[in-house]
């Protein structure tokens, strides 16, 4: 738990969708990261690359969480982007991870990863 918030660090590989869906299916969704401090909690509890809810799936360059749909504009301008991140690399990058660093990357949807889920504490 961290801030008002439980979290989920799951270690089966699964695409963007596939692993938004399973968050979904928890009651939760994938991570939204909001602060520094938040992104070093999660930071600190990975080892590989791992989802977040963050695309840009509806419009090139304007990411957006899934959670609520605001945009990383909407949120207060917080990003760690790695650097020359995000690139859309081959045209087909639209789903963010978080690093081991505590840096964001854009990557192609479909590839498998571990992801984290976020809810609301009760």
């Not at 009651?27 to 520094?36: D, Q, R």
């Not at 360059?61 to 690399?89: L, M």
Request: charge should be negative; hydrophobic fraction near 25%.
């Amino acid at each position: 738990m961290f801030n008002g918030s439980c979290y989920s660090f799951r270690k089966d590989m699964k695409d963007w969708e596939s692993a938004r869906e399973y968050c979904k299916s928890l009651g939760s969704e994938l991570v939204k990261i909001t602060s520094n401090a938040e992104n070093e909690f999660i930071r600190n509890q990975t080892v590989i690359d791992y989802w977040i809810g963050l695309n840009d799936k509806d419009i090139e360059g304007r990411f957006k969480w899934s959670v609520d749909n605001s945009s990383i504009q909407d949120n207060g301008n917080y990003s760690r982007w790695a650097s020359g991140q995000p690139d859309n690399d081959d045209g087909i990058q639209d789903c963010g991870v978080i690093y081991s660093t505590g840096t964001w990357d854009d990557r192609n949807c479909i590839y498998g990863h571990y992801f984290t889920c976020e809810k609301p504490a009760s």
